[in-house]
Each structure stands twice: as structure tokens, then as C-alpha cells.
């Protein structure tokens, strides 16, 4: 017999320092003594919403004005099965404090692995570490200068997280292109994962590595050296596949219809919404999406958009 699911609605609030705010779980209640998002579980037939609202009302003395979703999650303790819906607090009102004698701590998202969490946490650390844009470079750069002018636009413009792609490069062309836009990325503290074959993006300056569909059938198990691993999926065998390599974050795509796959039939905001239910991890819309999709992706349950055009600044 399956077990009941105990729905819960938790949330990020972040401070003006990009802080997030985490409390301690009582001694006494399960996994009684970890840190924890504020939050509880839903009353019956409450909205998440509504949910959200009167938890960190109840717990922190705060109101909501604005939020969004971050991800949701499955988790099986053995003794019960949670869904852990955590949303964004965009806006609030009022100063948290811990109401019902719980310490609370603001903690940047790098270092709240540093702390202990509840096990369904772990995708939400990552989460809020990851960015809502990701951008695929593109088109393959004939003028390397016009390239990296294209790069230094989309950084300045608050882009964090950067996929070097560049199929008709070759290794050595590849080489030198990354060395540029790795060093472009870190004076703008941006992410830089490269989309080349695992052996050659080891040995090159990045801070991970984008597996393409390919390259997620072949390797056997996440590739060690690269402390970001992403994957390109297209359908429930390749999410599973990026799963069970215990990778980072995913991206799914078609959502629309694209020029760099025109064959291709577009999935649309609700199949990608049921596909990526199951999916415990952060999953970025990928396919003729730009920034006005953002909150149609949230709304779906993604971590954001991916995109070339839509993000590469033309001219
Ligand atoms: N609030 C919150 N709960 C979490 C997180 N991660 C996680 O696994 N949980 C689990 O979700 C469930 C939430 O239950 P809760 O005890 O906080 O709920 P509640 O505030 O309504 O308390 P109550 O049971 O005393 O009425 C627990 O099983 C808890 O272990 C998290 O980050 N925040």
C-alpha cells in the first residue's frame, strides 16, 4: 500500500545581502534538530499560498507579499513520504523572529551546506544556488572578438550562469574560447560549465560541465572533477538517466519551437510541467523561450529558462 503523502509548504526569504533565512527543527520533532526552511504542513484543502502565508505568519511574525515557486520535492523518509513545495518570499512585511522559540540564521547559499538539513533538502541548496537565466552561447563564434563582446553585453546584464557551446569548434579552437569566457565569467562571478566531451572539459579552466544528450547516454556514472554537472534531456528516460547520475540540475526542452531544432515537436508549458513533476532536482526550460517566459517556467515548476537566442544579445 503506498503511503500517505504529508504535503508541506516551506519558504526562501532572502535578505538584501543575498542571505537566506533558516531555522532550527525542534529537538523532538522529526529529523528533530536540523535546519530547516520555515514552514509546515498544509491544513486540509489549503492552497500552497495560503499555506505559505499563515506558517510564516505563525512561525517568524512576517506577511507575505510576494512570491513565486522554487521547487517542489518528493521525498520518501521511510515513515512517511513528504512533498516539499518551497517557494521564493520576494517581498514581506514585518521582521522575522523565531515565534515558537526556534534559533533562526541567515546563511548564504554556498554555505548552507555547511549545515545539517532534512534529506529532502538537498536539491532546494542547490536551487538557490543556481541563477533563473542560463545562457547557451551561440552561434559557433567565426569572430572570436565579436563573440566574447556578445559574452562581456549578457554578463554586465546580470547573466550567472553561462554554457559554452560551440559544436563546430574544434578541440584546440574549444581550448582557447574557454580560457577567454572562463576568465570573462569570474571577474563577474558568473558560473562558467563547458560543453565539450568530459575528458577534454576537465582539462580546460570552468567551473563544470554541460552533458549533452550524447554524453549522458555514455558516461557511467557523474563525471568526477567538475563540482557543477548539468544535462540536456528531451523526455522521462534521459531525466531519469540525469537523476540516477546524481546530477546537479537538468534541462528540458523543447518547451516552443526553436530554429536550432526545427524538426522537433515543441512540448509545451503542460507536458514539461508533468514531466518534470517527479524530477528532485532543479530543471531549466529550454526552446524558444526568453525572459518574458520566466514566470510561465515558475509557474510550471522550473527553476527558470535556458536559451540562446533569447538570452545572446544580437546585433
Ligand atoms: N518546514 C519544513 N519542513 C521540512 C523541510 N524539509 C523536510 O523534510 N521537512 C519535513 O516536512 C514536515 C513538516 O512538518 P512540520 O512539523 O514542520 O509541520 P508543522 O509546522 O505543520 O508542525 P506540526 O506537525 O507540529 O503541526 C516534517 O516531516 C519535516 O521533516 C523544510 O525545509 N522545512
Known sequence: MSKPVIEVVAGAIRDDQGRVLIARRPD???QGGLWEFPGGKLEPGESPLTGLRRELDEELGIQVLASRPLICIHHDYGDRVVRLDVHRVE????????????????QHPDDLGARRFPAA???VLTALRLPDRLLITGPDPLDPVAFVARLERALAGGIRLVQLRAPGLDARAYADLADVAYRRCR???ATLVLNAPPDLAGSLPGDGLHLSAHWLRKVTSRPAAHPWVGASCHGPDELARAEALDLDYVLLSPVKPTATHPGATPLGWSAFAALIKPVNRPVYALGGLGPNDLAAAWQAGAQGIAAIRGLWSFD
Not at 517581498?91 to 541567515?106: D, K, M, N, S, T
Open 121 to 123: 533538502d538537498r536539491p
Open 91 to 106: 517581498r514581506y512585511a514585518g521582521r522575522p523572529v523565531g515565534r515558537e522559540g526556534q534559533p533562526l540564521a541567515w
Open 187 to 189: 571577474d563577474h562571478g
Open 28 to 30: 523532538h520533532a522529526h
